[in-house]
């Protein structure tokens, strides 16, 4: 498996081999779904919380009495069949969402979604980012010359600030190599790797 070798201009120099464990694995689309409904439900966060009849502030003294008024019978004013009582069966910020999964299921549902844009030539490398990189002006001249259609920047925490002039392109989104998610990877179309972020991530995702 290859991929286009592009310099710090943009301009196609030739290409990379890309290591079949990492890019040439049967893709197992089972493990990468349940990748990705990891990663949703993992990132919910419990907000919405209503009272139930016990953590309403007031009295628990029956309202009135129970006969001879008229009205239909009532208890205190916290009762969920009053208004400002508390919630029978409301959302609670208690709840977990939280789910699992084997570290060698993660590793493989992602590699299978490696391999799959590997297979769709969609894996592009950049030797280095030039210097005016950093300007959203000079990433998106880089960019447009590498004819890469809504980018998902790989990189290595050394290279963060070789490309902050992608963070205002709409259509871009920079992320660390260590850190590359199932979401991202189906949401973006070309995956674009530095030579260092290529070699740290045969290091990081190795068996």
Do not use: C
């Not at 205190?76 to 959302?91: A, I, L, Y």
């Not at 880089?142 to 259509?171: C, F, H, Y």
């Amino acid at each position: 498996m290859k991929a286009p070798l592009f310099d710090n201009h943009g301009k196609n120099t030739g290409t990379v081999d890309l290591e079949k464990s990492h890019f040439g694995v049967e893709p197992n689309m089972g493990l990468v779904h349940r990748f990705l409904l990891l990663q949703q439900a993992n990132g919910r966060i419990a907000i919405a919380h209503a009272k139930h009849r016990g953590e309403i502030a007031g009295s628990t003294k029956k309202m009135f009495k129970q006969k001879g008024t008229g009205n239909a019978r009532m208890g205190d004013r916290r009762s969920p069949m009053r208004r400002g009582g508390g919630v029978v069966f409301g959302p609670r910020n208690t709840q977990n969402w939280t789910i699992s999964m084997n570290a060698q299921e993660r590793r493989l549902g992602l590699l299978s979604l490696l391999s799959i844009k590997a297979t769709e030539n969609h894996v592009k490398v950049v030797s280095a980012f030039a210097k005016d990189a950093n300007k959203t002006k000079g990433m998106t001249t880089l960019l447009s010359t590498m004819e890469a259609k809504k980018p998902l920047i790989a990189i290595t925490r050394e290279e963060k600030d070789q490309v902050l002039g992608a963070w205002n392109i709409p259509e871009a989104k920079i992320v660390n190599v260590e850190y590359l998610n199932p979401h991202s990877l189906l949401k973006y179309k070309d995956l674009i790797f530095t030579e260092a972020s290529l070699k740290h991530l045969y290091q990081h995702f190795s068996k």
